[in-house]
């Protein structure tokens, strides 16, 4: 069964940071680009970043260039998320998915607020 686990969110102030992980399991996680969405409350679900299968090469939205670093572990079948200089902005749910394969988490709920 493909599954894909996030975990790590929370309540944060701004400024701060938390690392999201996505553990996947059910397909071989070493052959598929992986990335990080995330869907604030009223808005459409936003592609924040991606990486090569390989984890050689990533790709970023202009709104989190800078401050968000997408990694993985493909011995571990763990893709991450390091989320620094938080903004009340970034609040969110975030979920991670396996490119071309239609499998969501359940996703993580990520708070920015003083």
């Known amino acids: 069964q493909v599954q894909l686990v996030e975990s ?6 701004p400024g701060g940071s938390l690392r999201l992980s996505c553990a ?8 598929y680009a992986m990335s990080w969405y995330r869907r604030a409350p009223g808005k459409e ?3 924040v970043a ?3 299968s390989s984890g050689g090469s990533t790709n ?6 800078g401050r968000f670093t997408i990694s993985r572990d493909n011995a571990k079948n763990t ?3 390091q989320m620094n200089s938080l903004k009340p902005e970034d ?3 975030y979920s991670c ?4 394969l239609p499998i969501w988490g359940q996703g993580t709920q990520v708070t920015v607020s003083s």
Do not use: P, W
């Open 60 to 65: 970023y939205a202009d709104s989190v260039k």
């Open 97 to 100: 998915k396996a490119n071309s």
């Open 91 to 93: 609040t969110a749910v």
């Open 8 to 13: 790590g969110g929370g309540l944060v102030q």
């Open 79 to 81: 893709m991450y998320l």
């Open 24 to 31: 996947a399991s059910g397909f071989t996680f070493s052959r």
């Open 45 to 47: 679900r936003e592609l």
């Open 50 to 52: 991606t990486i090569i």
